[in-house]
């Protein structure tokens, strides 16, 4: 398997302090092509490691699947094109269960996906808006603004890559009822972390992701918001920005969409009904 961390020789600089040759962490970025019975279907610039995951979300994130069981199996094979022997580990060749549709046409990408984009290469905007077969509107669960707070800390801590190289992102899925941590995955794609915890749920027959929340370490864009819904995930939460494409999809799609989650402080774009703020109600009524 591909390493997550390289090393490369840097020179260090301080203004005015001079400067030192030293060697710096890297987050590994390499191509990954999903394949469905040898068909290539997507290349996406990702972070080595629980590559079957994230097939499997981007799977449920494009409409193809939308359970665990309609995944038979996944393995690596070769290089595209190499005509040899040796494993590469980017390739992923993955074979749907009997009676699953195979992709449409129109799924497969026109390009590549770069690890900053999630939606490059669709071949129009009307594709984007993949329709879910899971009714995220429909959940009624609701958590605590302080529990919700503390999902970035929380999240941060469980970083262990980030902590050697700085240049990962991260996401997380929590369990709103329980306040538990489901899974934590990083990537140098955003929304490949999202990918992973979303096949990681598939995996273990988790889908529709039911009470569950979505916690992201960058801004949440319209891709973020796509894939919680087709995951039926009732929360996202990022501790920047989200984009005006997901805070529309997210009225759409009767998603709690939350953006800024630093510290205490929060701002609630949509569904704010989940949320609950008790302290301050004890507070007020005292």
Sequence with gaps: MGRITTRAPIVKLRVGGGSIRRADTLAVEEPLEIRVAGTPLAVTMRTPGHDVELAAGFLVSEGVISTGGDLLGAIHCGGPGTGGSENTYNVLDVTLAPG??????????????????????KASIEAVRTVSVHDASADDVQVEAATLAAYPDRLRAEQAVFDK???????????????????LREDVGRHNAVDKVVGWAAQHDRLPLRGVALQVSGRASFELVQKAAMAGIPLLAAVSAPSSLAVELAG?????LVGFLRGETMNIYARADRILDTVHDAQVSA
């Design 100 to 121: 699953v549709a195979p992709p449409a046409p129109e799924v497969a990408r026109n390009f590549y996906t770069t690890s900053s984009c999630g939606v490059c290469g």
């Design 165 to 183: 190289t700085g240049g990962l992102h991260a996401a997380a899925l929590f369990d709103m009822r329980t306040g538990e941590l489901l899974v």
């Design 252 to 256: 759409e799609q009767g998603i709690t």
